[in-house]
C-alpha cells in the first residue's frame, strides 16, 4: 500500500558557487562571503527607521523576541570589524550600534544581551577613549552601557551560580567579565578571577564534558560551546592555569564533534538549538581551531572544507527573496525559545557569527598559505562510544557511528524535561529517520503505561552503559525509568529492568528490548513511534503465515526499511501522517510519516524475560 518522507559529500550549490568540482578558492570563498554580507545587511539597514521606539518588524520579520536588537548589534559589529566599513547604507556603524544598546538597557534583557554588548564595544578597541562606539554616547549613554554590561544580572556573587539559567551561562559570565576587565568597566580583578574559577569549576574538578543541568546529566553542543567560551575568557584575562585546565577538555571534544560531523558541515544531531545553529557552529567551531591550532582534530584544509560545506548549506537555507534564513517553513520544527518573536535575530545571528567567523578564518588561512582546499569533505569511518562521565550512578554518553550508509549518533543523556523527544537513545542523525523537535515522544524509545495509569519508560541516561570493544554495538541498562514530561533527572523505579543493544551489521541497524520484571506487573498499554523522512510507504507482508510485515519508506533521504523482526507479544502497527503537526517538524526538515507500534495488556510475569526486535535498514538515494 502506499499514502502520501577523524572523516564525502555532494556539494550543496547556492546559485554563484565559488568551487569546482575539486577544490575551493579561499579568496573566492571570502569574496563571496562579503559581498553577501554587505548585500544583506544593506537591505535590513535601509529597512530600520525607528529605534526609538526601536520598530517591531524589519524585512517583514519580528524583532520583539529576547536579545533580537542585542544580536544585530553585535552583527553590526562582526561586520565592521571585516569589512572596515564605518558606514552601511548611510548610517554610522558605531553610533547605531550605541543606539541599539541603549534598546536592551531593560533589566528583563541579560546574558546575550550582555555578551552581544560586551563584544560590540570590544569590536571598536579597548581604549575607550577612542573606542568609537563609547565616544558617541553621552556620558547618561555611558552609565546605562555600564548596567548592561554587568554581570551582576543574571550571576550571583552570593552563590557563585548563575541565576535560574543552565550552567553553560556561566560561560557567559566569564566572557563578559573578561571583556569588562579589558576595556576597564570592571576593575575588580578578584570579581572577574572568581567568575572565571566558577565557569571553569567542572573541569578544573576532572570532568571532560560539562552537564548543563548539575547533576542530571545534560550533556549536548553546549558543552562545546561552554568550553571555548572558558578558554576564550581565561586567554583574554590572562589566567593561564584555567585555560590549562579547559584544555583537556577541548581536545576531546573536537575529536567527538570531528566524529559526528557530517558532509554537508552538520555538527550535533541532538539536543537543543539544531538546524541551521549547527551549520553555523561549525563554522565558527573551525575558526576557532584555526586559532588554536593544537586543539585541531584534522588538517586545516580539512577543517576548511567542513566551512565551505556549513556555508553552502546555510547559503542554501537563505530566502533572497525574502532576506531570511527558511527556519520556520513547513515541516521545520520551533525550540520554545526560538520563536517567530525571534525569527529577525535567527537571521541576523547568522550574519554575526558567519562575520565573526570570517575575520579568523580568512586572516588564518592567509597565514597559513592556503590558497586551495577540498570542496568535499572526506571523513573516516567512525564506531565508537564517548562517556560523558562515569561517576558512580546514572551513566552518559554517545555512540557515535559513521560507516556506510550508516551514521548517526545515539546519546544516552537527560533533557530539560523527562523523555525530551531530542535527547532520547535513538539514532539522531540516520538517513530515513527524523525526530520531532523539542516533543515528548516515544521515538524509537518504548513508552509503558502501567496499572496505576503511570506512564514510565527508559530515557535519560542509563544504570549501566557496556559498549562492545570493537564499536559496532551498545548495550544500556534501565533499572530506574522517568516519567515522560516530568522533571528532569527524577527517576522513578518500577520493579523492571530494561535492557537494551544496539547492534550494527552492515546497512542494518538492530534494537533488541528485553523487558523483565520483579514480580507479575501489567502493563495497561506499551506503545513506540518510529517517525521517518519518507513521504511514501510500501508496505511487505512476508514469512509463510504473511504475519510478518516490512515497511518501507521513501522520501528525501532515500530508502528506509522498518521491521519488527520478533515479539514476544502482539503489536499492532499503522502509518500515521502527520501534515502540519509538531510531529511533522524536525530540526532539518519535515517527518511526512511515522510507523506506530502498539500492544495492550502486556503481562509482565516474575523473572520471565520478554524480548522484542526492531531492524531498521538504509538503503540511501
Known amino acids: 500500500m502506499a499514502a502520501s518522507g577523524l572523516s564525502s559529500s555532494a556539494l550543496a550549490q547556492d546559485p554563484q558557487p565559488a568551487v569546482d568540482s575539486a577544490q575551493v578558492s579561499t579568496a573566492a570563498l571570502d569574496h563571496e562571503i562579503r559581498q553577501f554580507l554587505e548585500e544583506q545587511l544593506i537591505t535590513h539597514v535601509k529597512d530600520i527607521s525607528s529605534l526609538k521606539p526601536p520598530q517591531q518588524r524589519v524585512v517583514g520579520a519580528l524583532t520583539v523576541g529576547e536579545f533580537s536588537w542585542g544580536t544585530f548589534m553585535r552583527t553590526l559589529a562582526a561586520y565592521a570589524q571585516l569589512s572596515g566599513a564605518q558606514t552601511i547604507a548611510g548610517r554610522n556603524i558605531p553610533a547605531m550600534i550605541g543606539q ?41 549613554e555611558r552609565t546605562v552601557w555600564r548596567s548592561i554590561l554587568d554581570p551582576g544580572r543574571f550571576y550571583d556573587r552570593k552563590t557563585k551560580t548563575v541565576i535560574h539559567l543552565p550552567q553553560n551561562y556561566l560561560g557567559v559570565a566569564a566572557r563578559i567579565a573578561a571583556i569588562d576587565y579589558q ?20 573541569f578544573t574538578s576532572g570532568e571532560l564534558f560539562a552537564d548543563d543541568d548539575l547533576p542530571n546529566g545534560r550533556h549536548d553542543r553546549y558543552s562545546l560551546e561552554y568550553a571555548r567560551y572558558v578558554y576564550t575568557a581565561a586567554q583574554l584575562a590572562g589566567r593561564d592555569d584555567v585555560a590549562r585546565a579547559v584544555e583537556p577538555t577541548l581536545k576531546i571534544q573536537m575529536h567527538l564533534w570531528w566524529d559526528l560531523i557530517a558532509p554537508d558541515g552538520y555538527g550535533y544531531p541532538w539536543g537543543r538549538s539544531l538546524g541551521d545553529i549547527s551549520y553555523m557552529d561549525t563554522m565558527e567551531i573551525v575558526a576557532f581551531l584555526l586559532q588554536y591550532p593544537q586543539f585541531q582534530p584534522a588538517p586545516a584544509t580539512e577543517l576548511a572544507a567542513a566551512y565551505s560545506q556549513a556555508w553552502r548549506s546555510l547559503r542554501k537555507d537563505f ?19 526560538i520563536n517567530k518573536d525571534r525569527e529577525w535575530q535567527q537571521t541576523t545571528g547568522f550574519f554575526g557569527k558567519l ?54 549518533a545515539l546519546p544516552i543523556v ?11 537513545p535513538a539514532p539522531h542523525g540516520l ?27 527508559a530515557a535519560d541516561g542509563a544504570d549501566e552503559i557496556q559498549p562492545s570493544s570493537d564499536g559496532q554495538s551498545v548495550t544500556a541498562v ?19 529492568t530494561a535492557t537494551v543493544t544496539w547492534q550494527m551489521n552492515g546497512n542494518h541497524l538492530h534494537r533488541t528490548e528485553t523487558l523483565k520484571s520483579a514480580k507479575p506487573i501489567l502493563v495497561k498499554r506499551w506503545w513506540v513511534a518510529v517517525p521517518t523522512t519518507g513521504s511514501e510507504v510500501e508496505t511487505d507482508f512476508i514469512g509463510s503465515d504473511k504475519l510478518l510485515r516490512i515497511d518501507h519508506f521513501t522520501g528525501r533521504n532515500g530508502m528506509f526499511a522498518i521491521e519488527v523482526v520478533y515479539a514476544d507479544w502482539p503489536i499492532e502497527t499503522h502509518v500515521v501522517a502527520t501534515g502540519d503537526s509538531a510531529l511533522g517538524r524536525g530540526a532539518q526538515g519535515d517527518i511526512p510519516l511515522i510507523l506506530m507500534l502498539s500492544s495492550s495488556g502486556l503481562k509482565l510475569e516474575a523473572n520471565q524475560p520478554r524480548r522484542w526486535e526492531l531492524d531498521l535498514t538504509v538503503t540511501g538515494k
Open 478 to 496: 534501565w533499572k530506574k525509568w522517568v516519567t515522560p514530561g516530568g522533571k528532569s533527572g527524577q527517576l522513578v523505579d518500577p520493579g523492571i
Open 431 to 457: 538517513a530515513g529517520f527524523g525526530i520531532p523537535v523539542e516533543q515528548v515522544y516515544p521515538g524509537l524509545v518504548p513508552f509503558l503505561e502501567l496499572e496505576d495509569h503511570t506512564v514510565i519508560t
Open 319 to 337: 530566502r533572497d527573496q525574502t532576506h531570511l534564513l527558511g527556519i520556520f517553513e513547513f515541516g521545520r520544527g520551533e525550540y520554545s525559545y
Open 100 to 140: 541599539i544598546g541603549l534598546i536592551e538597557a531593560s533589566p528583563q534583557e541579560k546574558a546575550w544581551a550582555q555578551l552581544y554588548a560586551a563584544l560590540s564595544l570590544q569590536a571598536f578597541g579597548a581604549d575607550l577613549s577612542h573606542n568609537a562606539v563609547w565616544q558617541s554616547l553621552s556620558e547618561e
Open 414 to 424: 537527560t533533557g530539560p524535561k523527562g523523555a525530551t523527544s531530542d535527547y532520547l
Open 183 to 202: 576595556l576597564g568597566i570592571i576593575t575588580d580583578r578578584a570579581y572577574v578571577d572568581e567568575v572565571l574559577d566558577q565557569a571553569a569549576r567542572q
Open 355 to 408: 562575520a565573526a567567523a570570517e575575520i579568523i578564518f580568512s586572516s588564518r588561512m592567509e597565514e597559513n598559505h592556503i590558497a586551495n582546499f577540498p570542496s568535499a569533505l572526506h571523513l573516516p569511518d567512525v564506531s565508537r562510544f564517548q562517556y560523558f562521565t562515569q561517576r558512580s550512578g546514572r551513566k552518559f554518553g554517545v555512540w557515535v557511528v559513521r560507516k556506510g550508509s550508516l551514521h548517526f
